[in-house]
Each structure stands twice: as C-alpha cells, then as structure tokens.
C-alpha cells in the first residue's frame, strides 16, 4: 500500500481555502504562482482554521477534534488527535523537522528562519528520518508546507521549497501560522500525538510496530507574546497531554516504552517551559531532550492483550500559569 501524504492533504487544502473567509484566513497568490495562506499574521485567524490546518499537517491521515471537557474539569476546551497511521501521519508529515533559513542579505535586512512541517517534507527527503521510514512521497495534485513564522518566508526560502520539491509554483500551498495566533497555537497543540512518536523514536522503539494512535491535550488562549505563546503550547502537551499507542511486537518492549516515554521522566519536569528555555539561555538542546513528550501514556501490546500506563497529567500547574479567577 502507497499513500501519498501530499495527495491525500489536497482535498484537504482546497477545503481550506475554499473557506478562507470563514475560517478568517488571508490567501494571496503570488506573482510567481505559489498561493500563500496567512493563519494568523494579517488577520485573526482561528481555532477552526487550526483543526483544519492540524489534519493537514498530518497529510490526510490524521483527524483533529475539538473536545469539551466534562463539568468541573480544571480546563474547558481540549484538542483529540486520533490516526490508524501515526508514524506516516506524525512523523513522515506533521514533525516540524525541515531547516529552512536566510541570511539577512538574503531575506532583505532581518534574517529568516523556519522548521518546515507538513506533507511537502516527504517530498524534499532532506531529513535523515526519512531514510528510517523508508518512505518517499510523489505528489500528483500538488504540496503544501505548513510554516510556523509571523512573517513571509523571502523568495530565496520559497525557491528552495521548490527546488527541492520539484515542483512548479502553481503547485505549492504555504501555510503560515504565527503560534501567538488561534490557529497557530491550535494546531501546535494537535502535535501531542507526534510529540509521543518523536519520543518513541529518540527511545529506539521499533516505529513499525506503532499501528495505532490517540491523543488529547488542553487547548490554552495564545498569548501576543510569541515567546509566551509557544511556552503555553508546549506546557500544554507536557502537564496536559494524553496519548494512547497501540502496538505490534514484544509485549516487553511495549511496557518498556510506556514506563520512558511521559515527560516526567526529564529532570526538569514540574517548572513552565517558558521559564525553562529561559534559564538555558533560549538553548532547545541544553534542555533535557526526555521533557518533550506527553504527561500521560497508555501503550497497549497487540501480542499480549495488555495496556501499560505511566505518567501523570498536572492540570493544576496549567491552570496556575494560564487561569486568572474573574
């Protein structure tokens, strides 16, 4: 079976832009045909356009969902990620792993960096993942790059997509999504799944054997401040996140996974993630790579017919960073 994570997207960002206006989203095509959506740097964007732009993300193999919490749950709006491929979905789509930048020269006076997710990845292949998955993508009815920035990527960036996607401008789709908008904040909240499949993969897990996945996480209000923003989305996953694998293979290895992959196996667990990127000098790899991952985890084991279940969610300190009482 070959599924094509570009072409299963496609009806999926027609849907998009056909409902722009709805979904408060700007699109402009640009002199050289590439189409540009803005998620949230013009206009006002929103939690809509990012469960939409969520499941495209995941390349059509993946569905985003908002949830309401029960009565008297510490936290009212809550995002479900659920796929029956989660390892092509997560991480041959939605991972933010392609390195995309330009100097100041070349973007015109302020230098331009992004990590690039979405089904356009699998065409490029730059990342060595890829290579692990064995999987390359072909895309017959066009691509689209998700880019999590507050302002245009300069034409040099938008050439090397490009390029290295052998594709003609007509046939690519940016998507951009400032994580201090609605939208941009809603679908990096929708990567709770693929933050416990990076996990899995960074632990040795065999990916093969993941055949299935499920995910919840609360939703928190962006903050104008980027940096305060992506704190939110990431404390969201870390104390808030809920993932249940399901798994082929050694019963073992199914528990071993479910006992390292919660984040509170990291030993700086328990602290904002703003404050903690802000103690290691705004340093990703000073940070102990075991805190990006989930709070809570089940794992159940095909061979055996048994679930394993480790971490814990902390609502409470959510609640304390992102809650003020009326």
Request: hydrophobic share 45%; glycine share 12%.
């Amino acid at each position: 079976m070959c599924l094509s994570v570009n072409d299963l997207a496609a009806p999926l960002v027609a849907d998009l832009l056909a409902r722009a206006a709805e979904l408060r989203l700007g699109v402009e095509r640009l002199d050289n045909g590439v189409t540009v959506v803005d998620g949230g740097i013009g206009v006002s964007g929103s939690i809509a356009a990012g469960l939409a732009i969520g499941e495209i993300c995941m390349g059509g193999l993946g569905r985003v969902r908002l949830a309401t919490a029960d009565p008297g749950a510490a936290w009212p709006t809550w995002l479900e990620v659920a796929s029956a491929q989660p390892v092509l979905a997560c991480l041959a789509s939605q991972y933010a792993g392609w390195s995309l930048a330009a100097s100041k020269e070349e973007a015109g006076g302020k230098k331009f960096f992004s990590l690039g997710s979405g089904p356009a990845r699998a065409l490029a292949g730059r990342e060595p993942l890829f290579d692990e998955l064995g999987y390359r993508d072909r895309a017959e009815r066009g691509a689209v790059l998700v880019l999590e920035v507050d302002r245009a990527p300069p034409p040099v960036v938008i050439d090397k997509i490009l390029r290295d996607c052998g594709l003609e401008p007509a046939q690519l789709t940016l998507i951009l999504t400032p994580t201090s908008s609605l939208a941009g904040t809603t679908q990096v909240v929708a990567r709770v799944l693929e933050v416990a499949l990076h996990k899995a993969h960074e632990l040795g897990f065999a990916l093969g054997d993941i055949v299935g996945g499920s995910a919840r996480a609360p939703l928190p209000a962006p903050s104008p401040d980027g940096g305060v923003a992506m704190g939110r989305t990431n404390d969201a996953i870390l104390y808030g996140g809920q993932v249940h694998l399901t798994v082929a293979g050694d019963g073992e290895a199914a528990r071993e996974l479910a006992r390292r992959l919660p984040s509170d196996t990291a030993r700086d667990y328990g602290r904002s993630f703003t404050d903690i990127f802000r103690d290691y000098d705004y340093d990703f790899y000073k940070i102990d790579p075991a805190l990006f991952a989930p709070a809570e985890v089940w794992v159940s084991s095909l061979a055996s017919g048994r679930t394993w279940h480790a971490g814990k969610t902390d609502l409470a300190l959510l609640c304390s960073l992102w809650l003020e009482e009326a």
